[in-house]
């Protein structure tokens, strides 16, 4: 798939308003990200949004806790979200505004179906299966947050098919130390409202600080693997990567200061604060 630039589509009063509705979806529900997000330059905004806006709606639909509503019906919803924003990347209209937004991005950017397939993957796996072994862990994590950082980088590098093939590893990198810092610092509410366990032989009742260290090993090798592509990304975007990357390294560090069973029964957040400075220090870097 060709990307195109915004200038040869123009864009409708409907495109713009499915684009603003991505905007409120990101503001309800991420304030990292939408922190990060402020700090990229448009086009790029809008479409990481459009992209982010899909994403959360799909783990949304799987993830709710409401015990009434159904396996069954979830999975319904998710094919029937799949199925429309395939039609929607294919050119149809979608009466469906984030899904909207997000085929425009997709076609304008070359996002194709073998990133997006693996992602709705992913999202059926969270409906099916409650433990993974390394394999499917793997699978599972290249679908639900590698192929997000490889559809950021598409937008981020505006049709340079070169700079894609060179810097894609890192992008997977980042993507899966964002997802796995996440499964960590949420392990109480996977397990105990949704039931499952991402990181395969992890017994949560035995959890302790060297298995808590040998998982944020691994995430830090994948942080320091996307460090190394920070700065040959556009200034469009390198100020907000670098900043997601900043908060994630906090995450990380404030992940290894909390005793394994402190993890085990409360979320570990990175005040606002600290925050703040991390995204001054990206900001100030980008100015270097």
Known sequence: MSPRTTAEIPTSRYDRVAQRSADCVIAGYSTSFGWATRMLDEPVRTHVRSIYALVRIADETVDDPDPTFPVAERSRLLEDLAAEAARAVAGARSTNLVVQAYALTARRCGIGPELLDPFFASMRADLAVSRHDEASLAE????????????????????????????????????????????????????????????????????????????????????????????????????????????????????????????????????????????ARALLGARR
């Open 140 to 279: 599972y994590v290249h679908g639900s947050a590698e192929v997000v950082g490889l559809m950021c980088l598409r937008v981020f590098l505006g049709g340079d098919d070169a700079a894609f093939a060179r810097l894609a590893p890192a992008a997977s990198a980042l993507g899966a130390a964002f997802q796995k810092v996440n499964f960590l610092r949420d392990l109480a509410e996977d397990h105990d409202e949704l039931g499952r366990t991402y990181f395969p032989g992890l017994e949560i009742e035995e959890f302790g600080d060297a298995e808590r260290d040998r998982l944020l090993d691994d995430i830090d090798t994948d942080l320091a693997h996307a460090a190394t592509a920070i700065p040959h990304l556009p200034t469009s975007s390198r100020r907000a990567v670098t900043a997601a990357h900043g908060f994630y390294s906090a995450l990380s560090r404030r992940l290894r200061a909390t005793p394994a069973q402190q993890i085990r029964r409360t979320r570990v957040r990175v005040p606002d604060h600290e925050k703040a400075v991390i995204v």
